[in-house]
């Protein structure tokens, strides 16, 4: 009797222990490409490189563990890393940290996520199919030289913040999730910068989605909102192409220091399969415009890119991509950044 409690006594801390186990996990992007710069808007120069760049390189550790019959304590630590080495400005600092979080997650009031996470607008940002390598983003919110051009103002993560996530209710096709970004700073009301911020996807598993956010003073000092759809044409048609639209405007506050338009901008993309390879292959095309940037009247920016990905295996993938980005200030003067390269992708 003895030796059957002693083994059911091991086998439960077993499973405890299996469960409390973190799991591992990361990516490793590294990539080759040739940019070539001419910005009159600083400079009458015309300067190119070729440049060994690290792309959203991460390594984690997440897990959860079951506190009641229904609850379960949820964690995840997440850094970004440099292959290539590089260091010295925020973008390159080894080890920065990504969505790093402690929460709880309920099977009847949702899950709940306190920390430092990505902002919920990027939940409906499905539609970006150049989502690798040098163009993998919206662009930058600061205007400003750098290397992803001038685009409208995208999402990203933020400290001190709060996340939930609701239960699907009655197995509707719904993802709705809410963010605060806390202001810890000791601001009487009226000059608090904390923020909120909401989104909703629809997705019904017929190869068409919708998706809708807001955002106040989370990613921006001011209004954003997001609308995106996106429809899956292989679902319908002998066409492996996923075709994709967003569209947004942003509202700076005055006192916020850019301009006082309404920065609108827009995203189509389409993405096609191809069956004449021996493993999953895939190229894609996407052209975003944005009017008026950061609020700044008649600066204007314009940007395509064309890729395609090969998978040697589901975590091992190759990319190719070209891509122009081009902006013309309300004075003339023009800005027109050049890309090309590729990289290999591998996740574990």
Request: aromatic content about 10%; glycine content about 10%; hydrophobic content about 40%.
């Amino acid at each position: 009797m003895k030796k059957l409690l002693l083994a059911t006594a091991i086998a439960a801390l077993s499973v405890s222990a299996a469960n409390a186990a973190p799991t591992v996990y990361g990516k490793a992007f590294v990539g080759m490409d040739y940019v070539n710069l001419d910005d009159e808007t600083r400079t009458d120069d015309d300067m190119d490189a070729v440049q060994i760049n690290s792309y959203s390189s991460r390594l984690g550790f997440k897990g959860s563990e079951a506190i009641t019959a229904n609850t379960d304590v949820i964690y995840q630590y997440e850094v970004g890393i440099n292959i290539d080495g590089n260091d010295g400005d925020d973008n390159n600092i080894a080890f920065k940290s990504r969505d790093t979080f402690l929460g709880l997650n309920n099977d009847n009031y949702g899950e709940l996520r306190v920390g430092r996470n990505t902002s919920v607008v990027d939940y409906v940002n499905n539609v970006v199919t150049a989502g690798s390598g040098f163009w993998d983003n919206l662009g930058s919110n600061q205007l400003e030289e750098n290397e992803n051009g001038y685009n409208m103002v995208d999402s990203g993560r933020r400290n001190n913040s709060v996340i939930w996530k609701a239960p699907k209710y009655n197995n509707l096709p719904l993802d709705v999730a809410l963010m605060y970004k806390a202001d810890e700073s000791l601001n009487d009301s009226t000059s608090s910068d904390a923020g909120f911020a909401a989104a909703a996807m629809y997705d019904a598993g017929t190869g068409i989605t919708f998706g809708a956010a807001y955002d106040n003073d989370v990613n921006l000092d001011g209004d954003l909102i997001r609308g995106t759809a996106t429809v899956d044409l292989g679902k319908y048609m002998a066409a492996p192409v996923v075709l994709g639209a967003l569209y947004q405007v942003a509202d700076f506050d005055s006192t916020s220091g850019l301009g006082d338009e309404k920065e609108k901008g827009f995203v189509v993309s389409a993405k096609m399969g191809l069956n004449n390879f021996a493993k999953p292959a895939a190229v894609y095309v996407q052209y975003n415009n944005t009017s008026d940037v950061l609020g700044f009247d008649n600066f204007d920016s314009d940007q395509i890119v064309v890729g395609g990905e090969y998978q040697f295996k589901s975590n091992m993938i190759a990319h190719a991509y070209v891509g122009q980005n081009s902006a013309e200030n309300a004075v003339g003067e023009d800005y027109d950044l050049f890309a090309a390269g590729g990289g290999l992708e591998y996740k574990f």
